[in-house]
């Protein structure tokens, strides 16, 4: 089936740095998505991306859709301790319905104050 | 926008009871609703798509039986959790579309 790779699993970095994760997926995908997720709480939608190349912005937050269509990657800079969190990154395919979306495993971010 | 709320948020039972969650999505309406199940430090894991007015559609290897979903207007669907076993504990999240997927805060659900 359909695998998505996120990496890093996790990270531990000092408030102030600049954070970058990214998934890969062994098919094409026409949308990439990327949530947070902080403990006990749902996931919440950061940043959608719809068309390859597609650089979007959210704050401090950039994400990419990669031109290959099968990766992604999403850039915190100046992290601050708020930032902690888990970040999914999430893909849909050609011709897939919109309930079919695919989850990365998630990156763990900690941030130091 | 985009809200989605789920009640309870967190839920204790005793074994062989039935638990039901609601969905609701507060400033749009979903004609079509998601139900995930997350275990600890996992991803999600998709269960199942409610459909409003028709049957749901289930994700191979989950019980239909067990885990009940109705969808009876466009802001509401529940998952009832049928029989409840320590094995059903887990963090329940439901979502809701509107263009992209919106996630309600969850619900632990502790089976004694």
């Known amino acids: 089936g359909q695998q998505l790779n996120q990496s890093p699993q996790s990270m531990f970095i000092q408030e102030g740095e600049d954070v970058s994760m990214n998934c890969t997926s062994s098919?094409?995908?026409?949308?990439w998505l990327w949530y947070k997720q902080d403990p006990g709480e749902g996931p919440v939608l950061l940043i959608a991306?719809?068309?390859?190349?597609e650089l979007t912005s959210n704050g401090r937050l950039t994400a990419q859709f990669g031109i290959t269509r099968k990766d992604s990657f999403l850039n915190i800079s100046a992290s601050i301790p708020s930032d902690v969190g888990i970040y999914f990154c999430?893909?849909?395919?050609?011709?897939?319905?919109?309930?079919?979306?695919?989850f990365g495993k998630g990156t763990k971010l900690s941030v130091k104050p | 926008g985009a809200v989605v709320s789920q009640h309870p948020s967190w839920v204790i039972c005793k074994s062989g009871t039935s638990v039901k969650i609601e969905c609701r999505s507060l400033?749009?309406?979903?004609?079509?609703m998601f139900w995930y199940r997350q275990f600890p430090k996992q991803s999600l894991m998709l269960m199942a798509t409610?459909?409003?007015?028709?049957?749901?559609?289930?994700e191979q290897g989950v019980e239909k039986d067990k885990f009940l979903i109705n969808h009876a207007s466009l802001t509401l669907s529940t998952l009832t959790v049928t029989s409840a076993h320590p094995e059903d504990s887990s963090f329940y999240i439901c979502?809701?579309?509107?263009?992209?997927?919106?996630f309600g805060p969850g619900t632990r659900l502790t089976v004694l």
């Open positions: 979502s809701a579309n509107e263009r992209e997927q919106f």
């Open positions: 098919s094409i995908f026409n949308t």
């Open positions: 991306l719809y068309k390859a190349g």
């Open positions: 999430a893909g849909r395919n050609y011709g897939g319905s919109q309930g079919n979306l695919i």
């Open positions: 400033d749009f309406q979903a004609t079509t």
């Open positions: 409610s459909n409003e007015g028709s049957k749901a559609t289930y």
